[in-house]
């Protein structure tokens, strides 16, 4: 792990460093994460951390004992304070929660943005097309995501303004048994400027607004296409609700 920082550091360029959080790190004693992480790897001058912040194996490691040791090693520690909506901790878990239940105006809220998903725009098999619901496919990194089911959206990064669509997040069980994660995106009102193939190969933003139920497992195509069809007309609705 200190091998692979000194390697960023001498790169001599700016990096967001991400480590996994897997046997290797959880492993490490509070004072091993200072000198290895903190110290050796990164040669951390300032560190800002929450004010429940705990590190090292079971969580041995307090704010306490980093600014002591910020003290004794050359760098500065300070926390900042736990904030709050609606008198609810704003956390990491509160949001996953959020997202999990389908409360995307709580999720919202915490974030102060929506929940939002990025990614190239990929062909698919164009089952959509044939449905009659040509979709744009994003592959969703992560086999398990904090939210799942059939979602109201916003696409950026095609037009000048964003786009209403409607979203399945999930792995499609009416049409895809490898369980693949995928986001396929139909937008309402398709610009007749952009052609039919436009979206392929553009990074997009898709905002989750509201979520309209779980995935389901069609007995048809044609159920398949019914059930599409009224999330079309569902996700018309809660825009001409939310834009009056």
């Not at 990491?92 to 999720?107: C, I």
């Not at 979602?151 to 409607?166: I, S």
């Not at 007309?233 to 834009?243: G, I, N, V």
């Amino acid at each position: 792990m200190r091998d692979k920082l000194s390697e960023l550091e001498r790169c001599g360029v700016e990096q967001t460093v991400v480590l996994r959080f897997g046997p290797q790190l959880s492993s490490l004693s509070p004072q091993a994460f200072i000198d290895d992480v903190l110290v050796a790897g990164l040669r951390a001058r300032y560190v800002l951390v929450g004010d429940d912040f705990r590190f090292g194996a079971k969580r041995a490691g307090d704010y306490a004992m980093l600014d002591a040791a910020g003290d004794a090693r050359g760098f500065d520690v300070a926390r900042m304070m736990s904030y709050e909506v609606h008198g609810a901790r704003v956390s990491s878990s509160a949001v996953r929660a959020a997202l999990a239940s389908g409360d995307m105006e709580l999720a919202t809220a915490l974030l102060g943005r929506p929940y939002s998903i990025s990614g190239h725009v990929l062909h698919g098999k164009k089952l959509g097309r044939d449905l009659g619901f040509p979709t744009m496919n994003l592959r969703f990194a992560h086999p398990r995501p904090a939210a799942m089911g059939i979602f109201v959206v916003r696409v950026h990064g095609l037009t000048a303004t964003p786009l209403a669509g409607v979203a399945n997040l999930g792995v499609r069980p009416t049409v895809d048994d490898a369980g693949r994660v995928l986001l396929e995106v139909y937008c309402l009102d398709w610009p007749a400027q952009l052609g039919n193939d436009a979206a392929y190969g553009h990074v997009v933003r898709v905002d989750l607004l509201a979520k309209l139920h779980d995935e389901l497992r069609y007995p048809s195509m044609q159920a398949l296409r019914d059930g599409i069809a009224g999330d079309v007309a569902q996700a018309r609705q809660w825009f001409a609700a939310h834009l009056t």
